[in-house]
């Protein structure tokens, strides 16, 4: 049985960790599956792992970042702490490095996949030469030629570089014509496809992610403010924990909507299904988006789901008006206008979401599953 090792940062709260503990979980059956990860944040992993899945931390739990305590120290001129916390933050960077450099010069691996850029460099450098060696990128470039030419640079003496998305592959397929490394697209897979579907008839709206500001919710909650003047009687949701959170109860409170908007903060998958299956609409107010699994976990629900189209993700999603709809350049009032009009239209929530159910066969465990054995075996 060939054994398949994944290199993670954490197995904390984020959607890449989540894609590593998914993609563990699909192919335990099938290999020696281990995750090794560089730091230890919580103990244990937020996300379920399955127990044939090993998972090996690299540094212990106090040798992690400490970058809001540093920045802290600095805001506030303290130059003893300053000093300890940057003592510290040297320490956790050359121990991930070095960690690293000796876990991949010792590992027995058949195949070894790198979950960032940051390790590809050194999977490449000190991986074992027999190994299959795959780059997995997550992340959008969102036009950042600097950051696009890391990415390139890191990856292109690996042997397949894998993206979570079509547009992704174009863009790196194009740019790596001259190297070894072989491009191939692979999304990203919905943990489960419930049997059953929402009813679309409650009055609720639902938005889930991390609060920050490139997810806009301050967005989400400027364009609910207009509508809940018309609709009083439909509440928001919002699943989710980070640093814009007290901007956005401030902004709740000077409106008055604290009997209407609900932050549940972080929640785990039980929560969230159960959340979307008494919710009508889906909302992503997303800057950027590198692959809308949120928009597929409404979509499996049944769930219309209108987005800005500057969330890459989005775009790779949703088919504007066959199973939801994209806004163009952040359009709040036409944002406005398709929300409302679902609000209005029942038979046609049904529609787009009969539609979005049907996608969601695309992303299904087991059509991923089969892409990623495919790959695993060319070797």
């Not at 244990?44 to 212990?60: E, G, H, R, W």
């Not at 991930?96 to 876990?103: E, F, L």
């Not at 549940?264 to 997303?286: R, V, W």
């Not at 789901?305 to 088919?319: L, N, Q």
């Amino acid at each position: 049985m060939k054994k398949i090792s994944i290199l993670s940062l954490h197995l904390g709260y984020g959607g890449v960790e989540k894609s590593i503990v998914t993609l563990a979980n699909l192919l335990s059956n099938d290999y020696q599956v281990e995750i090794v990860s560089i730091y230890n944040l919580y103990g244990t992993s937020v996300f379920p792992i399955n127990k044939n899945v090993k998972v090996t931390y690299l540094l212990p739990k106090d040798l992690v970042p400490n970058g809001k305590e540093w920045k802290e120290a600095l805001r506030n001129i303290r130059l003893l702490r300053f000093i300890k916390e940057s003592y510290h933050a040297c320490k956790v960077l050359y121990n991930r490095k070095k960690m690293m450099k000796k876990y991949l010069k010792i590992t027995d691996a058949d195949v070894i996949i790198s979950s960032r850029f940051l390790f590809n460099n050194w999977l490449d450098q000190y991986g074992p030469k027999s190994a299959l060696k795959i780059g997995w990128e997550h992340n959008h470039h969102h036009n950042d030629m600097k950051y696009s030419a890391k990415v390139i640079h890191s990856a292109y003496n690996l042997d397949y570089f894998v993206l979570v998305s079509k547009d992704l592959e174009r863009f790196y397929h194009h740019k790596m014509l001259n190297y070894h490394v072989k491009t191939v697209y692979i999304p990203n897979t919905l943990e489960h496809i419930p049997r059953r579907r929402s009813s679309l008839t409650e009055k609720r709206l639902v938005s889930v992610g991390r609060l920050s500001k490139e997810k806009g919710y301050l967005d989400l909650l400027k364009i609910y403010s207009v509508i809940v003047k018309k609709y009083p009687d439909w509440v928001l949701d919002i699943v989710g924990d980070g640093n814009e959170k007290e901007e956005l109860e401030k902004f709740i409170q000077e409106h008055q909507l604290q009997d209407k908007v609900t932050l549940h903060g972080f929640q785990n998958s039980d929560y969230i299904d159960k959340l979307l299956d008494h919710s009508s609409i889906y909302i992503m107010t997303s800057f950027t988006e590198s692959f809308g699994i949120v928009l597929l976990e409404a979509m499996s629900h049944g769930l219309p789901c209108v987005a800005f189209d500057s969330a890459e993700g989005a775009r790779e999603v949703i088919t504007s008006g066959r199973d939801g709809y994209l806004i163009k350049n952040r359009n709040q009032e036409m944002m406005i206008k398709k929300i409302t009009d679902l609000i209005k239209d029942r038979e046609k929530r049904q529609a787009l979401g009969k539609e979005g159910r049907k996608k969601v066969k695309l992303f299904s465990k087991e059509s991923v599953r089969e892409k990623w054995i495919e790959l695993i075996e060319k070797k």
